[in-house]
């Protein structure tokens, strides 16, 4: 019941924060995935699409740099029509105001920097959590990382190039739009 609670809040705080920043000129091509509670459920809201994963956190500063430069492949994941998920991961705390500032700051980055993409906001020990760090990071937590799933919700790569490899990413990534 109190995780129910818990989640239903932070989803609220999340919807106020987007429903505030879409007042201003936000980007449309930034999109916040709703709760969802497994990476099956996420990458199922993909089927038949690529998904390029990129797993950060506000508080990692080689994430946050990686942010800065995030636009740098815009034009590939259009036109090819792969799906940029952003799953942020973030310490849980039961203050509702730290909770608020967490999240606050974590849109305030993806704004800032304008990063295209769909973007979920992860709490540490949470089913969510382990099957990130069961499925990509061998049970440690290690960011920024970044994974592809193929058309199908299959991990195909758990630890895929990064964006400022355009070549090296590129050619991972045709291997899988043609499946």
């Known amino acids: 019941m109190r995780h129910l609670l818990t989640s239903f809040l932070l989803l609220f705080a999340i919807n106020s924060l987007i429903a505030d920043s879409n007042a201003s000129s936000k980007s449309e091509k930034i999109h916040y995935v709703e709760t969802v509670q497994s990476l099956g459920e996420l990458f199922h809201r993909f089927e038949g699409k ?12 080689p994430c946050v740099k990686a942010m800065q430069k995030a636009g ?3 034009e590939y994941f259009e036109k090819h029509d792969i799906v940029r ?3 942020s991961i973030e310490k849980n705390t039961d203050n509702e105001q730290k909770r608020a500032d967490k999240v606050q700051n974590w849109e305030l980055i993806i704004n800032q920097n304008q990063v295209a993409g769909h ?10 959590f382990d099957e990130i760090i069961d499925n990509f ?3 440690k937590l290690s960011l920024p990382w970044y994974a592809i799933i193929n058309k199908h919700g299959v991990i195909v790569d758990p630890n895929a190039p990064d964006m400022h490899k355009p070549e090296k990413l590129e050619r991972k990534l045709s291997k899988y739009l043609n499946e």
């Open 137 to 139: 990071m061998r049970r």
């Open 85 to 87: 998920l952003y799953i």
């Open 72 to 74: 740098a492949m815009d």
């Open 119 to 128: 973007h979920y906001y992860a709490e540490l020990k949470t089913v969510l």
């Open 50 to 61: 690529v998904i390029y994963v990129d797993f950060w956190a506000p508080w990692c500063s």
